[in-house]
Nanobody, 125 residues
Framework: QVQLVESGGGLVQAGGSLRLSCAAS????????MGWFRQAPGKEREFVAA????????NYADSVKGRFTISRDNAKNTVYLQMNSLKPEDTAVYYC??????????????????WGQGTQVTVSS
């Protein structure tokens, strides 16, 4: 069992930056692909970024490529999402997720079996 706790959300002006953190419990964190997803009101949960267990491979949604960076520190059981040049359309609840079943990055939320409670990110124009 893995528990994930996100932090770092908040209110920021357009063009600003935030860094989200996701702290994981358990000794198997380093084996898992980790992902960030987001869900805006009235919309489906969507893929934002993911990182392989080693951290050597990353993938991003086209909408955040070049602005967001995902990273992980396996010694601290933590995954991060650095968000720069934020836009109002980035406003959403951001969720951290872990995939314990696959060794490669997948984009569908239903492939991830552990989820955090979410953290709100609001970008004002």
């Amino acid at each position: 069992q893995v528990q994930l706790v996100e932090s770092g959300g908040g209110l920021v002006q357009a063009g600003g930056s935030l860094r989200l953190s996701c702290a994981a419990s358990g000794r198997t964190f380093s084996y898992y692909v980790m992902g960030w997803f987001r869900q805006a009101p009235g919309k489906e949960r969507e893929f934002v970024a993911a990182i392989s267990s080693s951290g050597r491979s990353t993938n991003y949604a086209d909408s955040v490529k070049g602005r967001f960076t995902i990273s992980r520190d396996n010694a601290k059981n933590t995954v991060y999402l650095q968000m720069n040049s934020l836009k109002p359309e980035d406003t959403a609840v951001y969720y951290c997720a872990a995939d314990s079943q696959h060794y490669y990055i997948l984009y569908s939320p239903d492939k991830y079996d552990y989820w955090g409670q979410g953290t709100q990110v609001t970008v004002s124009s």
